[in-house]
């Protein structure tokens, strides 16, 4: 293993990540969609294989609220962090010991 190849790994893992995420949303919304048409709970557990008690919790308004508010949070902070550029030398600062200085 060097270190390429564990920098390809961790990439395919974020990718990965990021995919569950979307898809995640995706199902959560279409769990909704369906729960505002009048769809029963019930089916609604046949068809995406989760269960009752966390198909109630997504269909709960409260979580609804809270899951939209997160969402908001979360998209505000992707923006800004899209914004911020890294200088091209150090894609993160080093705060260790050998960037201290001594007196």
Same mark, same amino acid.
């Given at each position: 293993m060097n270190a390429e190849s564990l920098r390809s790994l961790a990439q395919a893992n974020k990718q990965a990540a990021a995919r569950q995420e979307q898809t995640h949303t995706a199902l959560v919304d279409a769990i909704w969609e369906a729960a505002d048409q009048g769809m029963p709970q019930v089916e609604i557990v046949a068809a995406v294989g989760l269960t009752r008690?966390?198909?109630?919790?997504?269909?709960?308004?409260?979580?609804?609220? /809270? %899951?939209?508010?997160?969402? !908001?949070?979360? %998209?505000?902070?992707?923006?800004?962090? !899209?914004?911020?550029?890294?200088? %091209?030398?150090?894609?993160?600062? /080093?705060?260790?010991?050998? !960037?201290? !200085?001594?007196r």
């Open positions: 008690e966390r198909v109630r919790q997504l269909c709960d308004p409260r979580y609804r609220e /809270r %899951a939209q508010e997160r969402r !908001t949070r979360h %998209a505000v902070v992707q923006h800004w962090v !899209t914004k911020i550029v890294l200088p %091209a030398s150090r894609s993160v600062p /080093r705060h260790g010991p050998e !960037t201290r !200085t001594r």
